[in-house]
T-cell receptor, first 109, second 114 residues
């Protein structure tokens, strides 16, 4: 039981490049979430998926797209990265308790 | 989702109880109180949650006032490894369009000192 896994752990992009952050959980949870955390700040919700096949915007969705590929996987895509998207990205899998992944540290130059 | 208010920082002596307060005066009847902590730059860690009764687990105790407008997380014997940012969140679990959504505030930075 690996819990929540995220790939990659670190990434450096140039402005305008695209990339997809991957998240997978093996706990058979319905709900999955993507957060970003800027230095010295709390977590802000980007998108969430209450169940397979559904996605909803969170607090800061602009510049991102998501895909709930199946019950296990929830990916976050940056189509055209901007320096303002430099952050640590956390994926979470949620039922009555919540499990967070280790994070992806993204730098956009 | 109801908002929460927490002090930005607190200190606690190692071995003593750490009592972290949280105000949630606009909490709804179907919203639970959740506590998480984040150590350094790791992902947040679930601690405990409750609806109206006091709760205890191996990590902490949660005391919720009778009117449910505030709560206190208690770490009975704080250690240096408990130094972290502690988040108090209210969240509906059932029968709400906001079911499951977790909105984090700024939290309380707890510094446990030797």
């Amino acid at each position: 039981n690996a819990g929540v896994t995220q790939t990659p752990k670190f990434q450096v992009l140039k402005t305008g490049q695209s990339m997809t952050l991957q998240c997978a959980q093996d706990m058979n949870h319905n709900s999955m979430y993507w957060y970003r955390q800027d230095p010295g700040m709390g977590l802000r919700l980007i998108y969430y998926s209450a169940s397979e096949g559904t996605t909803d915007k969170g607090e800061v969705p602009n510049g991102y797209n998501v895909s709930r590929l199946n019950k296990r996987e929830f990916s976050l895509r940056l189509e055209s990265a901007a320096p303002s998207q430099t952050s640590v990205y956390f994926c979470a899998s949620i039922s009555n308790e919540q499990f967070f992944g280790p994070g992806t540290r993204l730098t956009v130059l | 989702d109801a908002k929460t208010t927490q002090p930005p920082s607190m200190d606690c002596a190692e071995g003593r109880a750490a009592n972290l307060p949280c105000n949630h005066s606009t909490i709804s009847g179907n919203e639970y109180v959740y506590w998480y902590r984040q150590i350094h730059s790791q992902g947040p860690q679930y601690i405990i949650h409750g609806l109206k009764n006091n709760e205890t687990n191996e990590m902490a105790s949660l005391i919720i006032t009778e009117d449910r407008k505030s709560s206190t997380l208690i770490l009975p014997h704080a250690t240096l490894r408990d130094t972290a940012v502690y988040y108090c969140i209210v969240r509906a679990l059932h029968g709400s369009s906001n079911t499951g959504k977790l909105i984090f505030g700024q939290g309380t930075t707890l510094q446990v000192k030797p």
